[in-house]
């Protein structure tokens, strides 16, 4: 990844629940059970930077409720990693079909089939999802593109999603530390307290 700095001390990352102040339509996202929960899945996207903007592309592009993922990690101005929580755990949203009704989405700011994302926002989508796993919601991580092979042939996607750059292995491993409490290494560290809205 990109922008290592070793000597950075590190925090945990900033987190700020923004689902109300987000456009969405009248329709709204369908509720399902949270705990039929299994999959955490690490997306890309980089159609807008703000969440609101995105939201509002997906709404006026694809006809959608609003922002599609759960949550959505970007680096501020100052470098530093900051997740909004962008809709509701109880909400089924369209981040992947298929897995819409057992997943949480978790959108990374950038386009990586090109080019690694930096350290901090790699760090905090493993920081998140280490999280969430921590309060048991979910059982397994991926991308979005081999999550999408965990299911039948129908369900498959040529999409390279979050990106051959962003290496989906990697970030397991860094979960499955955190997991046991070994935070050495990292730019930034979890929470640790589930700071999300579930409904």
């Not at 945990?12 to 689902?19: F, N, R, S």
């Not at 009248?26 to 509720?31: A, H, Q, S």
């Not at 999802?129 to 796993?133: E, F, I, T």
């Given at each position: 990844m990109s922008g290592d700095n070793s000597e950075t001390i590190a925090f945990?990352?900033?987190?700020?629940?923004?689902?109300d102040k987000l456009p969405r339509?009248?329709?709204?996202?369908?509720?399902?059970n949270i705990s039929?929960?299994?999959l955490i899945a690490w997306h890309r996207c980089n159609v807008a930077?703000?969440?609101?903007?995105?939201?509002q592309w997906?709404?006026?592009?694809?006809?959608?409720?609003?922002?599609?993922?759960?949550?959505?990690?970007?680096?501020?101005?100052?470098?530093?990693?900051?997740?909004?929580?962008?809709a509701l755990l109880v909400e089924r949203t369209a981040g992947l079909f298929g897995w819409n009704n057992r997943g949480i989405h978790i959108m990374i700011h950038?386009?990586?089939?090109?080019?690694?994302?930096?350290?901090?926002?790699?760090?905090?989508?493993?920081c998140l999802?280490?999280?969430?796993?921590g309060f048991n919601i979910g059982d397994r991580c991926g991308g979005h593109s081999e999550a999408s092979y965990w299911l039948p042939k129908k369900y498959w996607t040529k999409k390279s999603c979050?990106?051959?750059?962003?290496?989906?292995e990697a970030c397991r491993r860094i979960v499955s530390r955190l997991l046991i409490g070994n935070e050495t290494g990292l730019t930034v560290l979890p929470v640790g307290e589930s700071w999300w809205q579930t409904r």
């Open positions: 945990p990352y900033q987190h700020h629940v923004v689902v339509s009248e329709m709204g996202w369908k509720k399902r039929r929960v299994r930077e703000d969440p609101k903007d995105i939201a997906f709404i006026d592009n694809k006809k959608w409720v609003g922002h599609p993922y759960h949550f959505q990690i970007n680096l501020d101005s100052h470098g530093e990693a900051i997740v909004y929580q962008t950038g386009d990586f089939r090109y080019q690694q994302p930096e350290r901090k926002l790699f760090h905090a989508a493993a999802a280490a999280d969430l796993r979050p990106g051959k750059s962003f290496y989906t």
